[in-house]
């Protein structure tokens, strides 16, 4: 009988064993994976409440952390939602967190492996545990005047950003929401207005669509073909270029339309000066025949097309020139060389294309967040200007300065010009449907010591309402950045 | 039946010793859960640390007085098990607001005095040879109890095992396993000759005579009820596991166990084929990590909660308070290990897993030392009882294997299972005590005039 009793017990002891392993494998082995499982909310769960660090802008809060009577200790509340929703983003405990929020969680809540000095004197001068702060490089004047430039009822989006340091000076788009109503800590009510936001047109709960929404970049291309064509050796600053009204593929029942709306129609045959003044599509479409696809995707990328690991913290949609060869025929390349058809673009991306040109070639990080600091102001990061991707040399930059300098001097974005200032710039007007465009704006000032990028899009929009929001706007606010 | 030595000696003063540790340990445990929820040290407080003090030292007593050759170790590391529930369950109260603490205190008293009440009446653990058929009545009533219309609590979790007594909710299930101990023990010590000798042989295995296999039939049936009526599989799994060790042990016969894994297995998989509540339990076993399993009604939230928690308090756990256990249905009693797991790591479970296996361990020591089969039997089955139930629900927790509704001894919230658990740590000291007991003064001695041994 004893025997079986050691037997039992040996039993008994594999099943404490197991027990053993099993725990050691969710405590220790397989923890990590637990812990980034998506289903996973036990990191929200444990800072949601906290006294999360605000975000500042010009030293302001547009999202803090108030304090409540109720269990859930803090209330996270954003100043000024409908002009910052895009970048703040929200954080919510069951509907998702976004932006910055979102980018910088460990930092706002203090949990980051960095801050584990904070977290350890907290833990023993009993405070209650607190986030960094994370300073935006945003200014709110700027913000708030593109932000005004945009009608209500009329999406569109503006991004300005200095060349040289890639910091983002204003980044504002429409139709916008307010982010408080996503900070309940009541979860049906956050649940219910996330349905009733998802549902609105041109609405993206997800970011700015400054930095998340694709769109037609039109003729603002053309200046990814004009670096292409010089970059090649086949053109210089002194190439004429073929400029038909139409251009024709063979066998194919389908032309290439010369822009309407200036003056290409006047001659056949065009300079960069005059084809980029008037922003002709047909010599630009013939440079990119001429090329082949492989150049212009690959232009395309050294401006920062098809990378997704763009962060400004927040992670960027990726802009797209399609890919491998042979992926287009031949009306399909003309027609992407004018920004048309499979070429999106977000209005970040073709402020980082401007900026490049801007900076001499360099491709500077596009960023947002200027300082973070500890809750004694002690700061721990801050903005150091990084550089992305050479993009193109020095001397095709600047060549092609000069021409979008002649383009707001002499050509259709004169809209933009600042008395006393050279202003460069680009129009572009990708045809979407029913007679609407995209209606594009991209230059910097002053143009021989860039300052700054001005970037901006109106979707959708007849060709007269494009122009008025376009060039002009642009001016006021390279007058209001430069201070004239 | 080999004879260990044993050293005759009471070993009194060691328990008390390792008492004070278990006190120091629960009390500590509710002071840090007291400190780092920002609450005051009120009377509340102060009157557990002396509830809990005088409770300890009643069993003490009361084993100094009836039964002092008992094992020394046991009484601290329930003692231990208890406070440390009690803490995490009154930690859990200050988050959720419940007020699961004051009746688990109210329990404790009550399963202490019970367990008291055991060392004191019972005299020599063969007394309840004499109950074996009525121990085996009291059982299917027990079982019986929360089908009863006006008895019944209702189906409540998803099983239907509880009854009501006035305020109280109580599952007569946890005192059958006792007493379902009791009859299996009786009724093995007395035909085990019997079983063992009679019955043919085929091949190597000796099968015994379909009129031995009664008590086993009954047990199956027990099991079987069990899930069938009350939809409580760890229950029905514990019965069986019970069983399963008794008839071994009684009978060294490895044939039974592997009639009874067959058993187990046309009954698993009948079970498993017929009612929808099984197979969705191994369904949701399987695909736990599935969102669509998490998101759904009965679904495998509870388990992955509790692992997220675990896989939160990593290696040296959160501290009491700094996690949120709270976000686990059934925190305090289920998922009680998912609880200690995030707030005192692997550490503090690894401690918790240790002390169950060191309580295992000493009742197999006493059935081990006791001299009669009556005794062996009842102290195996209780001790392999504990670590059954431990291996289903901390398995269950940590998905080992599908989670069921099993309480975890001694620490969580419900008078019921505190009550049993109790009943069967007296048992188990007192079949300790007659097993350590120098022989010659189990006969009448003048060092124990209140020993009355009935020889069976």
């Keep these: ?484 | 039946m080999s004879q260990l030595a044993t050293v005759p000696k009471p070993r009194r003063n060691i328990e008390l010793l390792l008492l004070v540790l278990a006190l120091i340990v629960g009390i500590t445990a509710n002071a840090l859960v007291n400190l780092n929820l920002g609450k005051t040290f009120d009377n509340d407080f102060y009157t557990q640390c002396v509830v809990l003090t005088v409770l300890s030292l009643a069993v003490h007593i009361s084993l100094r007085l009836r039964a002092k050759y008992a094992d020394p170790v046991i009484l601290p590391v329930v003692v231990a098990l208890n406070g440390i529930g009690l803490a995490v369950i009154h930690r859990l109260d200050i988050t959720s607001g419940d007020t699961a603490g004051q009746r688990q205190w109210l329990w404790t008293g009550l399963a202490v005095a019970a367990a008291v009440a055991v060392i004191w009446v019972v005299k020599d653990h063969r007394i309840l040879r004499r109950y074996t058929y009525i121990s085996l009545a009291l059982s299917v009533i027990l079982l019986l109890m929360p089908l009863v219309p006006g008895l019944s609590a209702g189906d409540v979790n998803g099983a239907t095992v509880w009854i009501k007594l006035g305020p109280f909710t109580f599952q007569p299930g946890e005192i059958a396993k006792i007493t379902l101990a009791i009859f299996f023990a009786g009724y093995l010590s007395s035909n085990r000759d019997l079983i063992l000798l009679a019955g043919r042989k085929i091949g190597p295995l000796q099968l015994p005579r379909v009129k031995d296999l009664a008590p086993m039939i009954v047990a199956w049936l027990a099991s079987v009820g069990v899930l069938v009526f009350q939809h409580d599989l760890g229950t029905s799994v514990l019965f069986f596991g019970l069983f399963m060790v008794m008839i071994y042990v009684a009978t060294s016969r490895i044939s039974w166990i592997f009639i009874g894994l067959v058993l187990i297995a046309v009954g698993g998989f009948a079970a498993y084929q017929i009612f929808p509540h099984v197979a969705r339990r191994i369904d949701v076993w399987v695909h736990a990590f599935d969102p669509q399993y998490i998101g759904a009604a009965g679904g495998s939230y509870q388990v992955v909660q509790g692992l997220f928690g675990m896989a939160n308090g990593g290696l040296i756990g959160t501290g009491f308070g700094q996690g949120s256990p709270q976000t686990v249905p059934l925190a305090n009693s289920d998922m009680i290990i998912a609880s200690i797991g995030e707030e005192l790591g692997l550490v503090g479970l690894f401690a918790v897993v240790c002390l169950y296996a060191l309580l295992v361990a000493r009742g197999f020591r006493a059935a081990l030392g006791t001299r009669d089969a009556f005794g062996k039997l009842l102290a195996v089955g209780l001790a392999f009882a504990v670590a059954l139930q431990c291996f289903v629900i901390i398995g269950g927790v940590t998905r080992l294997i599908p989670l069921t509704g099993l309480t975890t001894p001694f620490l969580a919230a419900g008078g019921s299972s505190l009550l049993a658990n109790w009943i069967i740590v007296a048992l188990i000291l007192k079949i300790s005590d007659a097993a350590r007991r120098p022989i010659n003064v189990s006969a009448d001695s003048p060092q124990t005039p209140h020993q009355e041994v009935q020889t069976p």
Excluded at chain 1, 22 to 30: E, L, T
Excluded at chain 1, 262 to 269: L, P, R, W
Excluded at chain 1, 369 to 387: A, C, G, K, N
């Design chain 1, 1 to 484: 009988m004893n025997q079986a009793i050691r037997n039992s017990w040996i039993v008994a002891i594999a099943l404490f064993v197991l027990l053993f392993g099993s725990i050691s494998y969710v405590q220790f082995f397989a923890a990590d994976s637990l812990n980034s499982n998506p289903s996973n909310n036990r990191q929200l769960l444990a800072t949601f409440c906290n006294n999360r660090g605000p975000i500042l802008v010009g030293g302001h809060p547009i999202a803090e952390s108030v304090a409540t009577n109720s269990d859930c200790k803090y209330q996270r509340k954003y100043n000024d939602p409908y002009l910052y929703a895009g970048l703040t983003g929200f954080f919510s405990l069951s509907n998702g967190q976004y932006g910055i929020e979102a980018a910088m969680k460990e930092q706002l809540a203090g949990t980051s492996t960095d801050a584990l000095f904070e977290r350890i004197s907290q833990a023993f001068t009993g405070a209650t545990p607190q986030g960094r702060s994370v300073e935006l490089t945003i200014d709110a004047n700027l913000q708030k005047l593109a932000y005004s430039m945009i009608p209500d009822g009329v999406p569109g989006s503006i991004v300005v950003m200095n060349p040289k340091t890639g910091a983002i000076l204003a980044m504002v788009s429409k139709p916008s929401y307010d982010t408080n109503l996503m900070a309940s800590h009541d979860k049906e009510t956050v649940a219910k207005a996330y349905d009733n936001l998802v549902g609105q047109p041109n609405t993206n709960l997800f970011g700015s669509p400054a930095f998340k929404q694709l769109y037609a970049p039109g003729s603002v291309f053309k200046l990814i073909d004009t670096a292409a064509a010089l970059e090649s050796g086949k053109y210089n600053k002194d190439s004429v270029l073929p400029n038909p009204a139409e251009l024709a593929f063979p066998g194919i029942n389908y032309t290439l339309p010369n822009y309407r709306y200036g003056q290409c129609d006047s001659q056949s045959k065009a300079t960069f000066t005059f084809a980029l003044e008037n922003s002709c599509n047909t010599p630009f479409a013939s440079i990119a025949l001429n090329l082949g696809q492989d150049a212009i995707t690959k232009e395309a990328e050294k401006f920062g097309f098809n990378d997704s690991s763009v962060k400004i913290p927040i992670g960027v949609e990726t802009s797209r020139f399609p890919g491998s060869s042979g992926t287009l025929d031949q009306p399909g390349l003309a027609q992407s060389a004018i920004g048309q058809r499979d070429v999106q673009a977000t209005p970040l991306e073709i402020a980082m294309m401007t900026a490049a040109i801007a900076n001499g070639g360099k491709q500077m990080q596009p960023n947002l967040v200027q300082t973070v600091r500890t809750p004694d102001l002690q700061t721990v990061q801050s903005l150091t200007p990084q550089v992305l991707r050479q993009s193109t040399t020095p001397e095709v930059a600047k060549q092609i300065t000069d021409w979008m300098v002649s383009v707001v001097d002499n050509g259709i974005a004169s809209g933009a010009a600042v008395p006393g200032v050279k202003v460069a710039g680009k129009t572009g007007t990708a045809e979407v449907a029913n007679n609407l465009n995209n209606a594009w704006f991209t230059g910097f000032a002053p143009a021989d010591d860039p300052q700054v990028v001005v970037t901006i899009v109106m979707p959708n929009v007849d060709v007269v309402t494009g122009a008025q929001l376009t060039s002009p706007n642009a001016s006021k606010l390279f007058k209001a950045v430069l201070k004239k």
